[in-house]
């Protein structure tokens, strides 16, 4: 079965830098997009970036310039490098494939931004 762990995520000032990682398993990493998504309280789930099977990457505007989507498919694992937190940014991280084929979620993790 597919499942996805994400970390990384913690407490950081605005400014501040974070590395989210997601281990993956029960599916050939490699022959996947994979996507960062997060959800804010209140909010609907969005996309935030991904990367595709051949290193392509795409990113929302809002996080343009901040983050960096990276894959080790050796490892299975996709990270995201987020630098200049803003507390806008505060939400639970999630990792899927891309789009989502179903409707696992993995425990996702918590990212605060605040001062």
């Known amino acids: 079965q597919v499942q996805l762990v994400e970390s990384g995520g913690g407490l950081v000032q605005p400014g501040g830098s974070l590395r989210l990682s997601c281990v993956a398993s029960?599916?050939?990493?490699?022959?996947?997009?994979i996507g960062w998504f997060r959800q804010a309280p209140g909010k609907d789930r969005e996309a935030v970036s991904c990367?595709?099977?051949?290193?392509?990457?795409y990113y929302i505007d809002s996080v343009k310039g901040r983050f960096t989507i990276t894959r080790d498919n050796g490892r299975s694992t996709v990270y995201l490098q987020m630098n200049s937190l803003k507390p806008e940014d505060t939400a639970v991280y999630y990792c899927?494939?891309?789009?989502?084929?179903?409707?696992?979620w993995g425990p996702g993790t918590q990212v605060t931004v605040s001062s």
């Open positions: 899927n494939r891309s789009p989502p084929p179903g409707d696992y």
């Open positions: 029960g599916f050939r990493m490699a022959y996947w997009n």
């Open positions: 990367v595709g099977t051949s290193d392509g990457v």
